[in-house]
């Protein structure tokens, strides 16, 4: 399936989702019904399922991440089912709940936790349950749903974005679906104008440059930016055009690891776990480019823990643009979101 095919699949699904989401709000909810629970005439408890997205990108600029469950926390009843979609989200995530005394991975040890541990009964707080990382390529993922046997607080995160972490609280009585949904679209909107003002700022900054002895420019091409609740998955923009002879240096200072990879007609590595994403390609930086052959930075790492990550140099690759040409490169991460660039040398 193309990627365009599969996109708009998916926003199909998307949309699908929020129909019969908006349809749920509409017939299960009132001012004075604040409870999900309901008690029907036979006297069962039946309680409304909710909804919790994990993550988005921002439907009209896929270069805008936000990393978030939306919303964060809701509470919920005994037996009261949670679902979490992935429907509009390019970036993967995990839903993963660790028993009570069993730490979370950094994102660089996440590897064993990539695939699923789906629920097989309702959680008590003592197995690991895991989505596993969703969506993986181009396919969507299909939703998440768990209930909670017991009363009590329980926290889960994505396993590599230390950023999103949820909170289920299990009591007697649980949110609407509505409820749920107000406050997730409300962060969600408050999440994405963070990201939207720090993409501008990306976009609108002047490219730092240094002049070399020999007449020539380094630019610097700044590797996305991150905020509290997003990823700005964009190469902030160097010059229309360098002069030939020009040098470009890629910094990552963002809190998300990145690759600048220069195809130019090969085989592009679309696999994230293929060990070729990590490499340094043909060698380590400096490189001269050409408009031959594959051209890769390698991962270059996140500046993390913030103001303790790896000296700049460690998160820098250099190459020097001997010959005119246009040279288009992507971040084979977040390639799903948009994150690609050219240099134009003249
Ligand atoms: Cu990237």
């Not at 950094?106 to 541990?117: I, V």
């Not at 197995?127 to 017991?150: D, H, I, R, W, Y």
């Not at 230390?162 to 409300?186: N, Y």
């Not at 696999?271 to 270059?300: F, I, R």
Request: contains cysteine.
């Amino acid at each position: 399936m193309s990627i365009l095919a599969t996109r708009r699949r998916r926003a199909a699904l998307a949309a699908a989702t929020a129909a019969m989401i908006a349809l749920g709000a509409a017939c299960g909810s009132s001012d004075d019904d604040k409870s999900a629970a309901k008690t029907s005439a036979s006297g069962s408890v039946q309680a409304e399922m909710i909804t919790i997205k994990a993550g988005v990108n921002d439907p009209t600029h896929n270069q805008i991440a936000v990393l978030q469950y939306m919303p964060a926390k809701a509470t919920v009843a005994v037996g009261q089912k949670v679902r979490w979609i992935w429907d509009e989200t390019k970036e993967p995530h995990s839903v993963t709940f660790f028993p009570a005394g069993q730490a979370a991975p950094s994102p660089e040890n996440a590897g064993p936790f990539f695939a699923p541990t789906l629920p097989t009964g309702a959680f008590d707080g003592s197995a690991l349950v895991n989505s596993g990382l969703q969506p993986l390529g181009p396919q969507g993922a299909p939703p998440m749903e768990m209930t909670f046997s017991k009363a009590g607080s329980y926290s889960y995160l994505c396993v590599i974005h230390p950023q999103m972490v949820g909170t289920i609280v299990v009591g007697d009585t649980g949110e609407t679906a509505a409820a749920v949904k107000t406050r997730g679209d409300q962060e969600q909107g408050q999440w994405l104008a963070e990201g939207n003002e720090a993409y501008q700022k990306l976009m609108a900054a002047n490219p730092a440059s240094t002049k070399n002895r020999d007449g020539s420019t380094t630019w610097k091409i700044e590797m996305g930016t991150t905020t509290a609740h997003t990823d700005i998955l964009a190469f902030a923009p160097v010059p229309a055009a360098v002069e030939k002879g020009d040098k470009v240096t890629f910094v990552n200072n963002s809190m998300a690891p990145h690759t600048a990879s220069f195809f130019n007609e090969t085989p592009p590595i679309m696999n994230p776990e293929d060990p070729a994403v990590g490499k340094a390609a043909p060698g380590p930086s400096p490189q001269k480019l050409s408009s031959k052959g594959l051209y890769n930075t390698g991962v270059l790492p996140p500046n993390a823990p913030p103001g303790a990550g790896p000296p700049e140099a460690a998160r820098s690759f250099t190459f020097s643009v001997p010959t005119a040409g246009e040279y288009q490169y992507i971040c084979i991460y977040h390639a799903p979101s948009g994150m690609a660039g050219m240099i134009k040398a003249m």
